[in-house]
């Protein structure tokens, strides 16, 4: 029944900045952890950061700690901010999401193993 969606994806130089969002639908946030991943030609699949809609914790990968925010928006829509890019932030970014299990779940496991819903993605290309 949940449904989602990703938006805000293009073309940037280095050190510039986008923002995605991803857009859900049938079921209310608050039921799931949601992730961004991303994935680039030749490159295994990463999680890039995940909420846990319930408490707000949040979950980095080390690469983008420090550059990238996740955050809800409205009660939706999770927000990924992303600061000063990089060429290796390319790739397509997926929203997922998986069923909350109270402590049994937490952001930092669903970011290891992806989510059991996921959208279509949206494209990140950043180069100079």
């Known amino acids: 029944q949940l449904q989602l969606v990703e938006s805000g994806g293009g073309s940037v130089q280095p050190g510039e900045s986008l923002r995605l969002s991803c857009i859900a639908s049938?079921?209310?946030?608050?039921?799931?952890?949601i992730g961004w991943f991303r994935q680039a030609p030749g490159k295994e699949r990463e999680g890039v950061s995940c909420?846990?809609?319930?408490?707000?914790?949040t979950y980095y990968a080390d690469s983008v700690k420090g550059r990238f925010t996740m955050s809800r928006d409205t009660e939706n829509t999770v927000i990924l901010q992303m600061n000063n890019l990089e060429p290796e932030d390319t790739g397509v970014y997926y929203c997922?999401?998986?069923?909350?299990?109270?402590?049994?779940?937490?952001?930092?496991?669903?970011?290891?193993?992806?989510?059991?819903?996921w959208g279509q993605g949206t494209q990140v290309t950043v180069s100079a």
């Open positions: 997922s999401a998986e069923v909350l299990f109270g402590p049994l779940t937490s952001a930092q496991r669903v970011c290891a193993t992806g989510g059991d819903v």
């Open positions: 049938g079921k209310s946030l608050s039921l799931y952890v």
């Open positions: 909420i846990n809609s319930e408490d707000g914790s």
